[in-house]
């Protein structure tokens, strides 16, 4: 079962007494373990659909399922508590509390639940991102590729089902970034979806499938990437086994402005 | 130590380093309560050591009972003064006056004789004017049968001396003593009176009756024996007493009080704004900040807490730093009014000190409610937007 999934939904804005629609009908679901990317050019609706998708904001028409149970229309109490459970944050600009050390900022989530073991597991996490000697660092005593990977630690503090991604490669150089999409495809080993929304195409180099957005319309087409990680061979076989086959039923749509292909790594060639 | 608060009260622990990341900011904003704090603390120590001084004068000199006719009377009678002295008991002092507005004149500094220009004046008749007052200069006479006694700023005005004549009604008399000056409070002020003795005066009746007793509770006892058993169906005698003239004065200053604290309150209202401000400010900076604790698991009224848990710790800190300094304020205020500075230590004083402080405390919270609000209902959609 997908581990979080929307259909048909329409995210509709008013601005200034006009109406923008976001996103047209989108029909997308993230299986447990899988690493996907959502790319298209500035204005496509990535964005709206990744808050869509973390719960930050309501379909104009449509649900969103987490694990299967429909989320919309729940109360904000309700879509944080299942955000909190459900669901990690990395965000481009990293957005760690200046006044809190790395560890504290892993923390952050789960800071109200005076819960013994936190602190083990934020240390656990930080040690698996390699920053076990900077656990007392401030951010601004940290560079962008460990901040980044504090970020991602911190969205594993409550055992997510899945981590959203925006532009998590977008501040970092290409060497950074490469090492944070490695800590993605880490996460991914453990059964946890990332969903990435992006204009780097390094980031498809790593993922299991890539989604194209345009105009507020989702398209999943023939590969258009070629180069993988090797090491990613094992997870990317056994996401096909669970890959979404909406792929045919959304070909079959009438308006027919699909411009996005999916891009499936089925290749094991190293590009490092 | 801290380590274990901050596990406990996470909340705190967010708003501590929050303030220590604006801290001139933050200190401003928490001397806003500061001064608030130390105004309405030492503005109330300020009324109430002035009460106190007060009483403490009035304490020595609120022995006595001042009886004057009632409304159902025209004087106080031979037997009405009787029945007075039956009242008062035998340790009391009573003495009976008249009075009478006549012309006086004054003789000249250096001259032994009046001047020609008179003024009206109330003088009194006494018998034994020595039971209430004492002699700066001259002597009271013992028994008082001729001369005049005045008033010690009455004759610092005339520059009379003993010896001096002075022309009451057109008879020339000297004077034989005059008067020490009272604590200035008390029925019995000598300040400005002219007193002969009583055989002088024709009229039948007294105008007033001073009774004089040992303590301030004897002096409210005879007040309350003389109003029971002079005023029956009819009121013979008006008794005041210090009892009714120390309330006065208790309201007076109560009043006095709430109009200081009043001013001392307008100063914790601008710190309340202060605060607002800051906390606007804050959480306009810090909306991104906000935008992700929200979407990391953050309910609002998780931010609400943080943002208020500033609030109170600014408030807290204001308030600590203002009782030090009012205690120190209610120090000198005593020792300057009462000459002993440990009297700030009283109890009642503290009653100041925990209003100011808590004022202080609730102005924080409430100035801090609006910004909290409007922190924890900021969609994360908005604040993340960039």
């Known amino acids: 079962m997908a581990v979080i999934e929307t259909r048909n939904v329409v995210k509709r804005y008013e601005t200034g007494g006009e109406t923008l629609t976001a996103l047209k009908g989108i029909d997308f679901a993230v299986e447990p373990g899988e690493f996907v990317s959502i790319m298209g050019p500035s204005g496509s609706g990535k964005t709206t659909l990744l808050n869509l998708l973390g719960l930050l904001d309501d379909p104009s028409e449509g649900e969103v399922l987490l694990d299967g149970e429909d989320v919309t229309g729940l109360s904000d109490r309700e879509q944080t508590r299942a955000r909190k459970r459900t669901i990690g944050f990395v965000f481009q600009h990293f957005y760690l509390i200046a006044t809190l050390t790395a560890k504290e900022n892993v923390e952050i989530p789960a800071l109200f639940d005076r819960d013994p073991t936190l602190e083990g597991r934020s240390v656990d996490l930080l040690e698996r991102m390699g920053l076990g000697d900077r656990l007392d660092h401030r951010p601004d005593e940290l560079s962008g590729g460990q901040k980044q990977r504090v970020a991602i630690a911190r969205s594993l503090i409550n055992e997510p089902r899945v981590v959203l991604a925006d532009e998590p490669t977008g501040n970092l150089d290409r060497e950074t970034g490469r090492q944070i999409l490695e800590e993605f495809v880490a996460v991914t080993e453990r059964d946890v979806a990332v969903v990435a929304v992006t204009h780097d195409e390094l980031v498809n180099e790593y993922v299991d499938r890539t989604v194209n957005l345009v105009d507020g319309y989702m398209g999943e087409d023939a590969p258009t990437s070629t180069g993988s990680a090797g090491e990613h061979g094992a997870a990317s076989d056994a996401d096909g086994a669970v890959a979404p086959s909406g792929a045919g039923e959304r070909d079959a749509e009438p308006d027919g402005t699909f411009e996005g292909v999916e891009s499936r790594r089925d290749d094991s060639g190293g590009d490092r | ?386």
């Open chain 2, 1 to 386: 130590m801290f380590g274990a608060v901050y596990r406990r009260l996470p909340s705190l622990l967010m708003a501590r380093r929050n303030l220590g990341r604006t801290k001139v900011r933050s200190i401003l904003a928490a001397l806003g309560i500061v001064i608030g704090v130390i105004a309405i603390a030492s503005l109330g120590m300020f009324g109430l050591t002035l009460r106190y001084q007060i009483t403490q004068s009035l304490g020595d000199i609120g022995n006595q009972v001042l009886v004057t006719p009632g409304e159902d009377s025209d004087a106080i009678t031979e037997r009405d003064l009787r029945e007075i002295e039956a009242a008062a008991g035998p340790e009391a002092r009573v003495v009976p006056s008249k009075t009478r507005i006549t012309t006086v004149r004054y003789g000249r500094s250096g001259s032994r004789e009046p001047s020609a220009v008179g003024e009206q004046r109330t003088i009194q008749g006494i018998e034994n004017p020595g039971l209430i007052y004492t002699a700066a200069e001259g002597e009271i006479p013992e028994p008082y049968r001729s001369g005049a006694l005045i008033g010690p700023d009455l004759a610092e005005q005339q520059d009379l001396e003993p010896g001096d004549a002075i022309s009451i009604n057109g008879s020339s008399t000297r004077i034989v003593g005059v008067l020490a000056a009272g604590d200035g409070f008390g029925f019995a002020s000598p300040s400005n009176e002219i007193i002969l003795p009583n055989r002088e005066f024709q009229s039948r009746g007294y105008s007033q009756v001073l009774v004089s007793t040992r303590s301030s509770t004897a002096a409210n006892e005879t007040a309350v024996a003389l109003r029971s058993r002079l005023n029956g169906r009819q009121e013979r005698v008006s008794v005041q007493d210090f009892s009714s003239v120390a309330e006065n004065i208790g309201r007076t200053f109560q009043a006095l009080n709430a109009f200081l604290i009043g001013i001392g309150s307008i100063s914790l209202l601008v710190a309340g704004v202060s605060i607002l401000n800051v906390m606007l400010m804050s959480t306009v900076e810090r909306r991104e900040e906000i935008g992700v604790m929200r979407a990391v698991g953050f309910q609002k009224r998780d931010v609400l807490k943080i943002m208020l848990s500033e609030a109170v710790l600014l408030g807290l800190l204001g308030g600590l730093v203002g009782i030090a300094f009012s205690l120190v304020a209610g120090m000198a205020i005593n020792e300057f009014i009462v000459g002993d500075a440990l009297l700030a230590f009283r109890p009642s004083n503290f009653l100041y000190i925990g209003l100011a402080f808590s004022f202080g405390v609730g102005t924080s919270l409430l100035s801090g409610l609006y910004p909290a609000w409007k922190a924890a209902n900021e969609r994360p959609v908005e604040a993340l937007r960039s």
